[in-house]
């Protein structure tokens, strides 16, 4: 599990945020390493986007006479087993000579 240490917000526009993190260890895929307060650390540079508003949907009050009530459900095909699937694939002629 990688530790944030620290996070400062470089620039920002609407939900658009550029990041600069500080993560505990080496990380070298991540980011920069460097020798740091609490030895070696990763400094990562990401853009983050985040929501601009949270709210809180509640539950239907029943109650409620304005509300129209639609249940129905929605039905997916399942999915071809692995042989058919291959089955129906187009073959190469070599692929056929050979079969």
């Given at each position: 599990?990688?530790?944030?240490?620290?996070?400062?917000?470089?620039?920002q526009q609407g939900s658009w945020?550029?990041?600069?993190?500080?993560?505990?260890?080496?990380?070298?895929?991540?980011?920069?390493?460097?020798?740091?307060?609490?030895?070696?650390?990763?400094?990562?540079?990401?853009?983050?986007?985040?929501?601009?508003?949270?709210?809180?949907?509640?539950?239907?009050?029943?109650?409620?006479?304005?509300?129209?009530?639609?249940?129905?459900?929605?039905?997916?095909?399942?999915?071809?087993?692995?042989?058919?699937?291959?089955?129906?694939?187009?073959?190469?002629?070599?692929?056929?000579?050979?079969?």
């Amino acid at each position: 599990m990688i530790e944030i240490l620290d996070e400062q917000i470089l620039s920002q526009q609407g939900s658009w945020k550029r990041v600069r993190r500080w993560l505990r260890g080496k990380h070298p895929h991540l980011g920069i390493l460097v020798f740091g307060h609490t030895g070696m650390e990763t400094i990562q540079e990401i853009d983050v986007i985040s929501p601009i508003h949270i709210f809180t949907v509640l539950a239907e009050n029943e109650s409620d006479k304005n509300t129209t009530e639609c249940h129905e459900q929605l039905k997916l095909p399942l999915p071809l087993p692995v042989d058919q699937l291959l089955q129906t694939l187009p073959q190469s002629k070599s692929h056929q000579k050979a079969a």
